[in-house]
Each structure stands twice: as structure tokens, then as C-alpha cells.
């Protein structure tokens, strides 16, 4: 495939979420036929009584071309009342990237394709997204030390139903897929009037690229300001000039501002745009939790730390002691906040 040339990919073994459609099939069968080593996850989220089923007959399919196969469950599945769509999306990766952490896979393929992008284009549309949003789905992308691949977003998923057609293996359409009870089915429902005035899924998944140059180009300015103006701390933590931040074009803080908060809130979304908004034009601005995180101001810095539910205090004698471990932070004037933060980080890391 071109693409792992053209994304600087060289890893040979590549984890592949397989849910039985046509789509990721044909994506196992094709990185199997380019030469990888594929490793197949198919997630059961026990939402139906046949996903079992399902889910063993991939393993056989798999099985058949000689690739290796594993059946993840989510188990608090069937206890999911209200956003299940979300919730079983969430639940999907958190299973996949656990696997591959693991068992040492640093690249997770996923077989979102044309559709899928366009569809995405109008989901984030429809929630009032900014640039990022709407340059979708990235190609490449990390999360938690892993990075996640889309090899055929440039592809409809017509034709993938072709390539399995040609080997002649059914594929499992999922119910859910019809169900318009989730917003994604809507929109996929909705698209064919679209055609009506010019408007396919090429031309938005176009859009969406279009976009991706825009948010490259500015995120490389968010690079260079977070390498040279942030300073990390045990890689838990950072901080950083606040009126630096709030001097940088907007576009340009506010994308600071949310990767930041994405990295060290361990979350998949950025926060929204209105309450990144807050921190930076707020004149008198002290602090907030957001997106995970705590936010506050000590000597002109702006701190971002994770956030911390238990909210358990720490004694002056428990740092002192941290401090006979650590003298790294002896001479440090550092915020309460910082230096449980820091205890909590280190003392875990360390036994």
C-alpha cells in the first residue's frame, strides 16, 4: 500500500479492528496480501445475543487466511442505557489499544473509508466544529502510545464490498448500522439528498482533506510553541507563560490550549471551543477544571494538571519525605497543587 509510504510507516505487525462488515475484512485481507503481519480484534460489546456468534465467525474467516485472531469482550455492555453509540465507540478502542499495549503493537488499523469521512464532516458540522473538527478524521493519528491508522479513507465502501466479493466471503451487516435512533444513520440516510444539489460523499471527504492542510499547517505552529514555551514536568504536568499563550493569534492558543489539555486529560476530543475561549479571554482569570484537567494561575504561569477526583490532602511531612527521594524539587517554590500531583506521579511510578 501506498500509504505506509506516504505516512512514514514502517512497522510490520499491525493490529486490525475487525467487526465482520465487508470494510474490515477487506482491510485484514489487504495489509495480509501487502506483506503484514496482522493481528484481527473483533470486540463483542454483548449489546446483542448473535455478536458471539458474529464474533467467532470472523475468527474462522481469519482463521482461513492464516491470520491471528482475538475476541475482545466489553462486558459492561449490557448495563448501557442512555448514549450507547458513544459509549460502545469508546469501549471499542479503550479494548483494542489495551491489547496492543500489551502485546507491544504500536499501530492499530481502522477501516473507516469515504463514507465514513463524509459522514463525520456532517456530524461535526452539525455540533458548530472549527477547523479541527472538520477536517475529520485524521489518517494518522496516536493515542496512548499507539498510533492509529485509516488506510481507506480515500476508498467507498462499494468497492470494498467488491474485493470481498471476489473472494466470495459474506460479510455481517450490523443491525445498528439501520438503526435511526443514532445520528451517523440519520446523516447516512440523509447524504443521497445531498446529491441532489451537487453535494457526495467525494466532495465532502474532499472538503474534509482540504481542511486537514489548513489544521497541519497550524498545528505545526502549535508544535513549535509547546517545544519551545511549555515545560513538562515528570510528563504529568506543564506549565507556561499566560501571557505568552494569550499573545499568540487565537487559532494558535486555542489550539495550544486543547492539545495540551487533550495529552495530559488523556482524552479523545478537544474540550469546547467556547470554554477554551473562557480561559483565554477572561482578563481576571484564576482557574478551572476542564477537559479532565485542573487549570490555575501561580506567578504569571498558567498550570495544567490532571484532575483529582479523590482530592486527597497532603501533608507539609509527606513532602518533606518526597523531597528526601526526589531532591530535584527541594528548591522549588511549587503550588500545592503541582507537588501532590508530582508525589502522586512519581511515588506511582516507583512502586
Known sequence: MDFFKTHNISDNIIAVGVSGGADSLALALMLKDNGKKVVALTVNHCLRKEAQAEAEYVAKIMQKYGIEHHILLWKDGAKIKKGIEESARLARYDLMLDFCRKNKIKVLATAHHMRDQAETFLLRLQRGSGLFGLSSMMPVSERNGVKIIRPLLDIMPEDLKKYCQDRKIEWIDDPMNYDDDFTRVKIRKFLPQLTKIGIDE??????????????????????????????????????????????????????????????????????????????????DFRGCTLGKCELFIASKRLWIIPQDEKNELMKKDEWLKFVESFPQYKSYGLPYKVRRALKQKLENKNG
Open 202 to 283: 467525494k466532495k465532502l471527504a474532499e472538503t474534509a482533506k482540504n481542511l486537514l492542510n489548513s489544521r497541519l499547517f497550524i498545528q505545526r505552529l502549535i508544535d513549535e510553541f509547546v517545544s519551545s514555551q511549555v515545560r513538562w514536568w515528570e510528563g504529568v504536568l506543564v506549565s507556561l507563560s499566560y501571557n505568552k499563550l494569550k499573545e499568540l493569534d487565537f487559532e494558535i492558543s486555542k489550539g495550544v490550549l486543547g492539545c495540551l489539555l487533550q495529552k495530559i486529560g488523556n482524552t479523545e476530543y478537544l474540550p469546547e471551543v467556547s470554554e477554551i475561549m473562557r480561559v483565554l479571554e477572561d482578563n
